[in-house]
């Protein structure tokens, strides 16, 4: 039987280009996202470039969190067992704090700390039923240090999706399930999607997609701990990013 993975956010971007990619590599896909629409279509084109591929496609909202645990239980028992969820469905709208903006900020507080919490939650209970398994947490470079402007509560999210990871991963070690159960977080930096198409211009760092998914997907695949993806800048920049004096790194972001 073949692998299979839970993506949610799955309806474009990063999302939709991994569930392209985990086909390409024979896995069977459950796909979450709020867009359907764009869900079936996804289905459509990767049932027929694999046929035979199973894909279990369900509407999902992350806010929603009893939806979390049913959705997460019903795509489990549609394909029989869940071998690695990825949690992926996020936004990145903020505004500078103090701005009269607290509707933005606590959206994508919600959708990306509250909603990722749902997520593990809902995918660690599959796991302990299972006794294996594998989560990956979607953090970004952004994560490893407070960032400011409009990014700072996106960044701090992201931080809360690092230590969450971070925190199952301590929990489980030196278990029996150390093992059988893995965590990686993956660090993203300036891939192009739609959550960042109005960065696409001002920076030469971007990188397509394709490529961005494929360091994404290679990083899962190894089961790393984490990973900065692409590896290059984003490896040799992580430690300028942490320890940089603040008037560099405002220079930098």
Not at 50 to 55: C, D, I
Not at 56 to 81: I, K, P, Q, S, Y
């Amino acid at each position: 039987m073949a692998s299979t993975i839970l993506i949610t956010g799955a309806s474009s971007g990063l999302g939709a280009e991994m569930a392209r990619q985990f086909a390409d590599r024979g896995y069977d896909l459950a796909l979450a996202a709020r867009r359907t629409e764009r869900l079936t279509e996804l289905s459509a084109e990767i049932r027929a470039a694999h046929p035979g591929r199973r894909v279990a496609v369900r509407a999902l909202d992350v806010t929603d969190h009893a939806a979390v645990f049913r959705v997460f239980g019903e795509l489990r028992d549609e394909l029989g067992r869940l071998d690695r969820v990825v949690v992926n469905a996020g936004l990145g709208k903020g505004a500078r704090l103090g701005t009269g903006r607290f509707d933005a900020n606590l959206e994508t507080a919600m959708t990306n700390a509250v909603g990722a919490l749902a997520q593990t939650e809902a995918a660690m209970e599959v796991f302990r039923a299972q006794e294996a398994g594998h989560l990956v947490m979607v953090s970004s470079m952004s994560a490893l240090r407070g960032m400011p402007g409009s990014m700072t509560t996106y960044a701090a999210t992201k931080a809360c999706v690092a230590h969450l990871a971070e925190g199952l991963r301590t929990e489980l070690h030196g278990t029996r399930l150390q093992h059988r159960i893995k965590v990686t977080v993956l660090y993203p930096g300036y891939i192009r999607s739609e959550m960042n198409d109005q960065v696409a211009q001002r920076t030469p760092l971007m990188s397509s997609t394709a490529k961005g998914v494929r360091a994404m997907v290679a990083a899962i695949e190894t089961e790393v701990a984490d990973a900065c993806v692409p590896r290059w800048p984003w490896a040799a920049l992580a430690p300028v990013m942490r320890h940089a004096p603040l008037a560099v790194l405002k220079r930098l972001v």
